[in-house]
Nanobody, 112 residues
Framework: VQLQASGGGLVQAGGSLRLSCAASERIFSTNFMMWYRQAPGRQRELVAAITSGDSTKYADSVKGRFTISRDNAKNTVYLQMNSLKPEDTAVYYC???????WGQGTLVTVSS
């Protein structure tokens, strides 16, 4: 398995969750990782990205609430999600565009 996502669960609106994506060293060394999400009946959308030099990018809908980061010692990328809203409910996927590799997805459910 090249990418292994975890950390999803059920949380109340306003709560927090931290997603993790453990990557193989080969993938992690590309210094380019993304988080996507797909809600029921909707297209998959980009949530956040992190590139070399820890440059980050966020979807407008999550700016100020979500933070993408990485731990080089653990070959892991994180998505810290705060102030969660019911509309954040989705399956979250980590993705590496260099190898076109997707993680298996982890479900986040935010109750109102």
């Amino acid at each position: 398995v090249q990418l292994q996502a975890s950390g999803g669960g059920l949380v109340q609106a306003g709560g927090s969750l931290r997603l993790s994506c453990a990557a193989s060293e080969r993938i992690f060394s590309t210094n380019f990782m993304m988080w996507y999400r797909q809600a029921p009946g909707r297209q998959r959308e980009l949530v956040a990205a992190i590139t070399s030099g820890d440059s980050t990018k966020y979807a407008d809908s999550v700016k100020g609430r979500f933070t993408i980061s990485r731990d080089n010692a653990k070959n892991t990328v994180y998505l810290q999600m705060n102030s969660l809203k019911p509309e954040d409910t989705a399956v979250y996927y980590c993705f590496n565009p260099i190898f076109n590799s997707w993680g298996q997805g982890t479900l986040v459910t935010v109750s109102s």
